[in-house]
């Protein structure tokens, strides 16, 4: 992980701007989680805002409970997920990991190692923030961008994240012994949150590339009536079409997120009549 995505990472985890409403939750229900410990380190004073990883979680555990799995057990998941890396210090590894990062200078080694001396920064902050679930969360959206599913054997209370989606649950079922699994994708639940921040912000995502970005300009500040976007490369051009009928920041997240755009790609942008737009991406 170089600098520029640790920044990226820091402002995602800094940014907190989804309450419940936003994701379809009330606030009754979202205090019930919280008061049964289900949401921990969902503070109050935060007044139900969450950055973009706590409502991933909330998104989850509100897709488990849909299914039938009781507060009981999704009190103990919310446990394995967030205290137990947070007594176990996950994040100071994560530290030590990065110190030997070679895009480091000295002064930001000793940044590091000091903030790995300091327990009451890293119990306040980091500690609570970084974990296994909050790492597979942010590489769905830096980098490669990963195919991320979260794995929950109810009967057990075992968890476990896939990074791939070939040869999922008989390869995992294996593993716990011919239980019952449930698979949930982060990829649905992502597209809504990143949807949720396209429509709401008016400034350019950190996680998101400069074309990516400029395509999220003409969706949010022209708002056409029809967007067609096509990729050209290899012999099968890509085309995607947004109307006004689709959830149009949600069908843009999707695209995003499935879709690797070429490197040093180039744009056209194209106004068409009756309030349409046709974007072109060019590999070189």
């Known amino acids: ?10 402002r995602l985890i800094s940014n907190d701007c989804f309450l419940p409403e936003n994701l379809n939750i009330t606030a009754r229900q ?7 410990n289900v949401l921990p ?3 109050k004073e935060k007044k139900g805002y969450m950055n973009m ?8 555990i509100n897709e488990l409970s849909n299914i039938g799995v009781n507060t009981k057990k999704l009190q103990s998941l919310s446990n394995n997920i967030w205290v137990v890396p947070f007594e176990k210090k996950y994040a100071d590894g994560v530290f030590k990991e990065a110190l030997n990062s070679v895009d480091l ?6 940044s590091i190692e000091e903030l790995i001396k300091s327990d009451p920064i890293m119990n306040t902050i980091f500690r609570k923030e970084i974990n296994p679930f909050t790492d597979a969360f942010k590489s769905c959206l830096i980098s490669n961008r990963s195919v991320v599913s979260l794995i ?7 968890h476990s994240f896939n990074f791939s989606n070939v040869g999922l649950t008989a390869d995992l079922n294996n593993l ?12 649905p639940l992502i597209s809504k949150l990143v949807g949720i921040e396209i429509g709401k912000s008016n400034t350019d995502l950190e996680y998101l590339s400069s074309i990516e970005n400029q395509i999220r300009r003409v969706l949010f500040f022209d708002k056409p009536k029809l967007l067609e976007i096509e990729v050209q ?22 695209f995003f997120l499935t879709n690797k755009l070429p490197l040093g790609s180039k744009i056209m942008i194209e106004p068409r009549p009756q309030g349409n737009y046709k974007i072109t991406i060019k590999s070189k």
């Open 233 to 254: 490369q290899g012999e099968s051009p890509k085309i995607i079409k947004i109307t006004e009928e689709h959830k149009k920041t949600e069908e843009l997240a999707k």
């Open 152 to 158: 929950y054997c109810p009967k057990t209370g075992e």
């Open 1 to 10: 992980m170089n600098k520029n995505e640790r920044i990226k990472i820091g």
């Open 30 to 36: 979202f205090n019930y989680w919280r008061n049964c």
């Open 176 to 187: 716990y012994f011919g239980e019952t699994l449930i698979v949930i994708p982060f990829l």
């Open 105 to 110: 200078d000295l002064s930001e080694k000793k």
């Open 41 to 43: 380190f969902f503070l």
């Open 53 to 60: 990883s706590e409502a991933l979680w909330i998104l989850i």
